[in-house]
Each structure stands twice: as structure tokens, then as C-alpha cells.
């Protein structure tokens, strides 16, 4: 009779190095729950102990990814006491990922049609952007905060389906973006259009900004 499988924080990056993998190379509609339990090599209830669905496998991957952008963008401008210029280098290292991996311009789009991995998204950036924005636009709620991202990513996901991360290059993404981004907080010319040169210059110039394989390192570190 085979032992019983034990549910250790090594079965869970296990699936999660498999989850990722799959969502990667083969996008979020073909990857299914069999398959990555096949590529972990664990059981179902193992899976199951962690994550309801792939749904749930899903959205913890997204706001891991999510939080790496930040911890980089972070990691990237140390030294600097310009909070915004960290959120606009994150902004950068989303973009730069989806207009250099076509799978994660899939991931991307999946993850905005659906409300519960979207959610996921926006909260997490509520929490994030929250200490940055407050000092610009004055007496920011949470509430106004999460709508603003709302537009925010809205925004993105409309360059994304309308297929401008195919037609343009990088800059010009970026620019719309962060001009979109910056007004909706508050923040006006000419500081928005430095703020956008000094991104670009960062990402131009930094090691390290390939998010995709970061967070590969990351996670075969068990530090996702």
C-alpha cells in the first residue's frame, strides 16, 4: 500500500513551477488541471489541498507576477527617493514582457476578461499604488484608487486587443500608457513626460528586465 502523499511547501512549488511552465508555453485555454498535475508529478489531492481550480492557480500566479514587476521596478531605481518613477519603471516591465513573450500577451488578455482574476489584479494594485499616488492627488480613497486602475488597465487591455503591442514598439506602448496612467493620478506635464524618459532610458540601459525569466529564477528559488 503507498504511503499517503504529504502537502508540503515543496509540492506547492512544484505545482506552481509546472502551472507555470504550462501557462507559458501553451497558454491559459489548453493548460488543464490534468497537465499540470502530470508535469508536477503529484497527485490530484495534492493540487487540490492548494488551489481549488486553475482558475485559483491562475490568479496566484498573476499577482505573483504582479509583485515581482514592483519588487524589480524597486530593486531597479534604489537610490532613488522618487516613488514615482518606480511605479512607471513597473508599468515598463509589464509591458516589455508582453510585447517580447506572445503567451503572456495571451495570459494578460485572459487575465483582464475575467472578473475573478482581474479583481485579483486591481486589488493588488490598489494596495501597491495607494503610498505613491496619495501625496499627488490629495484626499485619494481607496475607492477612487481602484477605479482609477480600473481605467488604468482598461487602457491596457484596450492596446492589447486592438493589437498595438504587434504594430508599435516598445516606446510608443509605454508612452501611451504611462500618459494615461500619470494624468489619471494627477500627475501633469512636464513631469509625466520626464518621468517617461527616464523609464525608458532605465529600461534601455538596466540589467535583469526580462520579467519572464526573473520570475522563472524566482520560482525555482521557492520564492514565488
Known sequence: MSKPERHTENTKQQILAAAYELFFS???????????IQKAG???????????NKDDIFSHLVMSLLSICRQRAEELTKGSVDSLLAYCLDTALKIQVIVTYPTVCELFSDAFSSWESMRVVLDCAVSQDMPTFAPVSRNLTKEDCFMKEVVAYGSLRGLLQAGYNKVSDFRTLLRYQLSTALNLFGVESPESDDLIRRTATLIDTATGTDIFEY??????????
Open 215 to 224: 520570475a522563472r529564477k524566482k520560482l525555482q528559488d521557492g520564492g514565488i
Open 26 to 36: 501553451l497558454g491559459y485555454k489548453q493548460t488543464t488541471i490534468r497537465k499540470i
Open 42 to 52: 503529484v497527485r490530484n489531492g495534492s493540487l487540490y489541498h492548494f488551489y481549488a
